[in-house]
């Protein structure tokens, strides 16, 4: 049974940065790329980016280019998530989610999450 | 980026119900819909994957249903863990994104 369990909560300054971690079980790591999503209190889910683990390769939207970084180690099978510059806008739930292809990678959906990482940023 | 809006933003029901929720992109994007349902302090729950396909292990009274623009869950003969939080995500294009949710209340 594939499981992800991420880091426990952070709390942080403004200006700091936070690194999330998610290691992965029950299945082979590299061949599934990691998709990380954040939850804000009493809001809904905001994609941030994926990773693959084999390659490196990442890809994130706008909003968040040059403040967050996707890494992983193979070895641990662990996939990491840093955010830098924090403001009080980043309190939020911070998910892992394995992506998973249908239909020959056709379509694909997040089929496995970790059980998230709340982060909190506040002077 | 594609904007995901969904209607009801919530709405009651009471065990044995069936309701439907409706997903509107702002672009076309096929079939790259995925459904989730999420309880309070949990993470998401895959649903249904591909707009119409149910994952595995979720039962039969969930199914989905769209193509395009427009998509819809139906959830036959609600059970109580049921009430929750339902999101749309669209995979046609990056960045991702998902609906603002629905959230199923208990009348």
């Known amino acids: 049974q594939e499981q992800l369990v991420q880091s426990g909560a952070e709390l942080k300054r403004p200006g700091a940065s936070v690194k999330v971690s998610c290691k992965a079980s029950g299945y082979i790591f590299i061949n599934y790329d990691i998709n990380w999503v954040r939850q804000a209190p009493g809001h809904g889910l905001e994609w941030m980016g994926w990773m693959n683990p084999k390659s490196g390769n990442v890809g994130f939207p706008p909003t968040l280019h040059g403040r967050v970084t996707m890494t992983n180690n193979p070895s641990m099978a662990t996939a990491y998530m840093e955010l830098t510059s924090l403001t009080a806008d980043d309190t939020a739930g911070y998910f892992c989610?394995?992506?998973?292809?249908?239909?020959?990678?056709?379509?694909?959906?997040?089929?496995?999450w970790g059980q998230g990482t709340m982060v909190t940023v506040s002077a | 980026d594609i904007q995901m809006t969904q209607s009801p933003s919530s709405l009651s029901a009471s065990v044995g119900d069936s309701v439907t929720i409706t997903c509107r992109s702002s672009q076309t994007i096929g079939k790259y819909l995925n459904w989730y349902q999420q309880i309070p302090g949990k993470a998401p729950k895959l649903l249904i994957f591909a707009a119409s396909n149910l994952q595995s292990g979720v039962p039969s009274r969930f199914s989905g249903s769209g193509s395009g623009t427009e998509f819809t869950l139906i959830i036959n003969s609600l059970q109580p863990d049921d009430f929750a939080t339902y999101y749309c995500?669209?995979?046609?294009?990056?960045?991702?994104?998902f609906g603002q949710g629905t959230k199923l209340e208990i009348k």
């Open positions: 995500h669209q995979t046609s294009s990056s960045p991702y994104t």
């Open positions: 989610a394995r992506r998973v292809r249908y239909d020959s990678g056709r379509f694909d959906a997040f089929d496995s």
